[in-house]
């Protein structure tokens, strides 16, 4: 008697069998679903989303994998929220972003050490709320220069703990001065530059893609759709809205950091 596999009653069933082994087809699908709602929740409010699958994840996924996964989907999510929302990247800002996130990358590939989580929690959960509800910063600190140093930084933590995206959508936003597009649009475009140099620096460390592809572009089409969704809403928030909800999810992580750096 012959036996079918799904893949010969349909050419999409192909993907499932690229799914991880090391979880299970209902893990999976909880995960795509996942990245579908904390697209939506990150294009509509500008942040939030990519610590949540993270969190998620962490319970889900082996330690090892973590890390290189999520920033491959959200390099996705932030890229494809970047290309719907063009016209509103401020450009200079990205420019100084670059070479800050190259220098931050290439330290990180050369020293990779094991930061302390809790004392990286803590200064991360510091700088939000200063630049949050302290006073504004001052235009230096967000010129050129400032902005290299920021993107050099973050991106050198987010190889160890993954989620610095927080402390970007507060410096950003600053820079911006609260304009929801061009706060969305800006912080999208900087993200997809560090997730970016993650994929590389795992890559070259050796992290083997190929296991997690079939998971990681079904994630990253969900997620696509969850971005269009979010941007539709985005469109009916006024700035000022904006601004409430987006210091709120902001403080909310903040306070998150805290809580996990002192448990």
């Known amino acids: 008697m012959l036996l079918l596999s799904l893949t010969d009653f349909h050419p999409g069933f192909a993907m ?8 299970s087809p209902a893990i999976s699908v909880m995960l795509i679903a996942l990245a579908l709602f ?3 929740i990150t294009a509509a409010v500008g942040i939030g989303g990519g610590v949540l699958l993270l969190a998620v994840m962490a319970m889900v996924m ?5 890390i290189p996964v999520h920033g491959i989907v959200q390099l996705g999510s932030n890229l494809n929220r970047a290309l719907l ?13 670059v070479p800050g996130v190259i220098i931050g990358a290439w330290l990180a590939s050369w020293l990779l050490v094991d930061l302390p989580l809790a004392l990286v929690q803590l200064c991360i959960a510091a700088f939000i709320m200063l630049l949050v509800w302290g006073p504004a910063i001052p235009k230096l600190t967000t010129g050129r220069v400032g902005t290299l140093i920021a993107a050099g930084v973050t991106t050198f933590i987010s190889m160890f703990v993954g989620a610095t995206g927080p402390l970007v959508a507060a410096f950003i936003k600053q820079q911006q001065a609260g304009e929801r597009f061009s706060t969305v649009a800006t912080f999208a475009a900087a ?7 993650k994929a590389v620096v795992y890559g070259v460390a050796g992290f083997v893609f190929h296991d997690w592809l079939g998971l990681m572009l079904l994630m990253v089409a969900a997620g696509a759709i969850g971005t269009w969704i979010g941007i ?6 006024s700035n000022q809205h904006f601004g409430w909800i987006f210091n709120g999810l902001l403080t909310l992580l903040a306070l998150r950091l805290v809580w996990q750096a002192l448990v």
Do not use: C, Y
Request: hydrophobic share 50%.
């Open 62 to 66: 082996p330690a090892t994998a973590i």
């Open 85 to 97: 929302t063009l016209r509103h990247i401020n450009l200079r800002v990205i420019a100084s972003f």
């Open 191 to 197: 993200m997809s530059l560090q997730h970016a140099s």
């Open 38 to 40: 904390t697209s939506i």
């Open 16 to 23: 499932l069998e690229l799914l991880p082994a090391d979880l």
């Open 232 to 237: 539709k809403l985005l469109g009916r928030l």
